[in-house]
């Protein structure tokens, strides 16, 4: 831990950002007079003991969509989220503080508004737009800034997820819609470069098949002033997908992280769904009085350093500078990385997974990580809850025997809370090769799936 500390501390970060940018950029370990000689942004932190600037995508946020892991990965701090509005510092500048039930406003030349949502006891700040700065949208020096990268800056991108669409020539004649969502570290290519060129010929004139980019990842818009919470996934997906292809009904095929936004979203939409097919869901059953984030951080993270999933799992997880140091040597050189794999492997290795696992940002998949992955280590259950009792929908799990990224269990503990979901077991397949390696015979599994629902619907 000393010497992780200590190399968290030698990176030098700090420094470039001030170099590059003119500009320092605090951290979560920062402590709040660190946070606040470096900035003026509303700070956030715990009784004084972590901090870290939040600066808001919009003019509302809910304190309980922020994961107490990205401040403390120790089980005694921000045991309740709600505790979090009593630690909002107030400077003399522009900038809020929320006490009790009241917002009040730190400049009073400013307006702010007060509400608070007493049906679901959600504290929701809500600001007038001049109180808070938004931070510039623009591409960090540490960031790749080649086109792939920065091609969501367009005027015409950069509100919308990047969207794969493959239907059939006479988009009259298809029948149903499926929604492919891929998970942490991937991208639309997961499912694009495997499953889409394998689905039969007529599933290919029956079904519409629509892949996304997760915010943050491929083609999407990366903020650099987003929190990268579960209200803001499945809002860009509601709007880049449900909306722009004006979807009443719709399967969904999700993997990993994706199945957390995938039970989400069925959640918001019951109605509209007609197969839900997952895998390996990192659902964990948290044991009553536990910190849900803390404790799907430790079974997702054990800070083991074999087998090599679960080290580089702990690396980015627990360390937020030694995370973000490798993706400055590893995401911004993407471009390196992908010809020097086509040139030792003679051109012979498709390289979609490296574009997936490497185009993103550090500041997109830190807080994905923490806010939908183990953030939502205390909603899942009664996401399941709901899907058992309100959902009238197939649910199909798959599993990989070899997985040691999400434990088979996480599978099984799905079918306790959703008995009639079905579960199959790919022995001797790991979290990728669930379907990679196995493209067509997954594809052949899917379109079953579906028609299946088709018939049980009518």
């Known amino acids: 831990m000393a010497i992780a500390r200590w190399l968290n501390q030698t990176v030098g970060l700090f420094t470039l950002d001030f170099f590059f940018e003119s500009e320092w950029k605090p951290c979560y370990c920062s402590s709040p007079l660190q946070a606040q000689a470096k900035t003026r942004k509303i700070i956030v932190s715990e009784r004084g003991e972590y901090s870290k600037v939040v600066s808001m995508t919009r003019t509302k946020i809910h304190f309980d969509e922020i994961s107490d892991t990205l401040y403390s990965r120790g089980p005694s701090l921000l045991m309740r989220l709600s505790k979090l509005v009593s630690s909002v510092k107030c400077f003399n ?9 009241v917002v009040e406003s730190c400049d009073h030349n400013y307006e702010s508004k007060k509400k608070i949502s007493s049906g679901n006891k959600k504290r929701l700040m809500t600001l ?74 007529s599933a290919k004139s029956n079904y519409r098949l629509i892949a996304v980019d997760l915010l943050g990842y491929g083609r999407s818009p990366k903020p650099n002033d987003s929190l990268y919470t579960l209200r803001e996934h499945l809002e860009m997906i509601e709007k880049s997908v449900i909306a722009q292809y004006k979807l009443k009904k719709f ?34 059953k948290v044991p009553k009085g536990v910190n849900p984030a803390q404790y799907v951080m430790r079974k997702v993270a054990p800070k083991n350093i074999w087998p090599p999933m679960q080290f580089g799992a702990s690396l980015i997880s627990w360390y937020e500078h030694l995370g973000r140091t490798v993706c400055l040597v590893l995401c911004k050189s993407h471009r390196l990385v992908d010809s020097l794999t086509r040139l030792f492997t003679l051109n012979r290795m498709r390289t979609y997974l490296i574009e997936g696992f490497l185009c993103h940002i550090h500041n997109g998949s830190w807080h994905t990580l923490h806010n939908i992955i183990f953030g939502s280590g205390g909603k899942l259950e009664s996401y399941l809850d709901h899907v058992r009792d309100h959902v009238d929908c197939d649910v199909t799990i798959f599993h990989g025997g070899k997985d040691e990224v999400i434990p088979v269990e996480c599978s099984y503990s799905v079918k306790t809370k959703v008995p009639r979901a079905t579960v199959h077991v790919i022995p001797d397949k790991d979290h990728i090769t669930i379907v990679v390696g196995r493209q067509k015979d997954f594809a052949r599994e899917l379109e079953l799936i579906w028609q299946r629902s088709t018939t049980t619907n009518k």
Request: proline residues 7%; hydrophobic residues 35%.
């Open 93 to 101: 500048y522009k900038g809020v503080i929320m006490r009790g039930s």
């Open 128 to 201: 007038n737009s001049t109180v808070v700065e938004k931070s510039p949208t623009t591409p960090r020096w540490s960031d790749c800034n080649c086109s792939f990268c920065t091609s969501w800056l367009s005027p015409s991108n950069k509100d919308s997820l990047f969207v794969k669409v493959q239907q059939p020539k006479d988009n009259k004649k298809a029948r149903d819609n499926v929604l492919f969502i891929h998970g942490f570290l991937s991208s639309s290519s997961f499912w694009t470069e495997t499953l889409f060129p394998n689905f039969s010929d």
């Open 251 to 284: 399967h969904i095929v999700a993997h990993s992280l994706g199945c957390v936004l995938a039970l989400a979203l069925t959640v918001k939409h019951p109605g509209a769904i007609k197969s839900l097919t997952l895998l390996a869901p990192p659902f964990y």
